[in-house]
């Protein structure tokens, strides 16, 4: 069955950097676009970024421009969001969402998330 | 600060139904038919309910359905049931450098 895998989420302080990885299975890696989408405490959702079925494309949203980056490991069937100069607004959980290559904005199956936490 | 307005929450008793507005703007809703929704439960994936304004995928029951107007989308849930309380949150593609925006929430509840 599809399985979205989150991991690597934690206790960080302001400043600091954080690896989440999503492990993906059950389906063609390759032909599907990925998504993070975070959801702060309390919070709605947030769009965060997308990186394209060819692994080239990607997009940011303006909160986390030039601070995060997603990118891939087609070999591990993996998807990573690397975030640095952390503050406490990205204190949220962090899905990891796919969706098809033809249409980036549906976004049709969701991991059950990773807590990243910013304090000192 | 959440890019589409929704309300804050509806309830319905069992059997009735209740509608979900997703107000956007002529920049996201109003100007692409790429409006989904999604359903969550506390503690569970969310999950994908409505795509394209008004497509169900496999595995949705009937009950639910979709529809747009101008800058507005709306939910719609028939024939309520208990396991239909959650959060429900809608998404449009918006362009731009905002791409992608979603809804407030909305809670359902069932009475």
């Known amino acids: 069955q599809v399985e979205l895998v989150e991991s690597g989420g934690g206790v960080v302080q302001p400043g600091g950097s954080l690896r989440l990885s999503c492990a993906a299975s059950g389906f063609t890696f390759n032909i599907y676009a990925f998504h993070w989408v975070r959801q702060a405490p309390g919070k709605g959702l947030e769009w965060v970024a997308v990186?394209?079925?060819?692994?080239?494309?990607?997009y940011y949203a303006d909160s986390v421009k030039g601070r995060f980056a997603i990118s891939r490991d087609v070999s591990r069937n993996t998807v990573y969001l690397q975030m640095d100069t952390l503050r406490a607004e990205d204190t949220a959980v962090y899905y990891c969402?796919?969706?098809?290559?033809?249409?980036?904005?549906?976004?049709?199956?969701w991991g059950q998330g990773t807590l990243v936490t910013v304090s000192s | 600060q959440s890019a589409l307005t929704q309300p804050r929450s509806v309830s319905g008793s069992p059997g009735q139904s209740v509608t979900i507005s997703c107000t956007g703007s002529s920049s996201d809703v109003g100007s692409y038919d790429f409006v989904s929704w999604y359903q969550c439960h506390p503690g569970r994936a969310p999950r994908f309910m409505i795509y394209d304004v008004t497509k169900r995928p496999s595995g949705v029951p009937d009950r639910f359905s979709g529809s747009k107007s101008g800058n507005t989308a709306s939910l719609t849930i028939s024939d309520l049931q208990t396991e239909d309380e959650a959060d429900y949150y809608c998404s449009s593609y918006a362009g731009g450098y905002l791409r992608y925006v979603f809804g407030s929430g909305t809670t359902v509840t069932v009475l």
């Open positions: 969402v796919r969706s098809k290559a033809t249409s980036w904005h549906n976004f049709d199956f």
């Open positions: 990186l394209s079925s060819y692994g080239i494309d990607n």
